[in-house]
């Protein structure tokens, strides 16, 4: 029995190399273990801080989207709303051009009939002018042969009286 003695105190020991390395192991395992458990918690909570900024960024896109597309159907909107009126106003402004073209015309027209107008006036000024002034010349003639008859009446008789006298005498 002796030798039982002696291989109980090995056990008590626990020299036995194999069984140290495995306890040895097992420590070093339960630390992997709980240094991965402790990695994995914290890839854990990185990730859902992750999704959580990745959930409010695609909140954020689909926000910007919304209001981009707003703005640009505004845009749209603006700039078809500016071609209506711009058209328009083309188009205003086009008949306008062309009711003053034809005014302009009318008024062009009327003054060529108002300057034929006032060339006949003119020459029929002038004509009237010229009938006058031969008018005036005639009875300026007539005038001067009255006067010269009688001038020579006028002298006649005077000569008459003077003979008429000079026989009384």
């Known amino acids: 029995m002796p030798a039982k003695k002696k291989g109980g105190k090995k056990k008590k020991d626990s020299g036995d190399p194999a069984e140290f390395e495995a306890k040895d192991n097992i420590k ?41 597309e707003q703005q640009r159907e505004n845009t749209l909107d603006i700039m ?3 071609s209506r ?11 306008q051009i062309d009711g003053l073209e034809k005014k302009n015309h009318q008024l ?13 006036m003119k020459a029929d000024y002038e004509r009237i002018i010229e009938e006058k002034d031969s008018q005036i010349k005639d009875m300026k003639h007539k005038q001067e042969v009255m006067a010269q008859e009688f001038s020579d009446m006028l002298k006649e008789t005077l000569d008459k009286m003077s003979d008429c006298l000079e026989s009384n005498e």
């Open 108 to 120: 062009l027209s009327t003054l060529e009939g108002k300057d034929d107008e006032m060339d006949k």
């Open 28 to 68: 070093r395992a339960e630390a992997e273990i709980y240094s991965l458990q402790r990695q994995l918690d914290v890839a854990s909570q990185e990730m859902q801080y992750a999704r959580e900024h990745e959930r409010e960024w695609r909140e954020r896109l689909d926000a910007f989207g919304v209001a981009m």
């Open 85 to 95: 009126q711009f058209k328009a106003m083309q188009e205003q402004l086009t008949q």
């Open 80 to 82: 078809s709303d500016m």
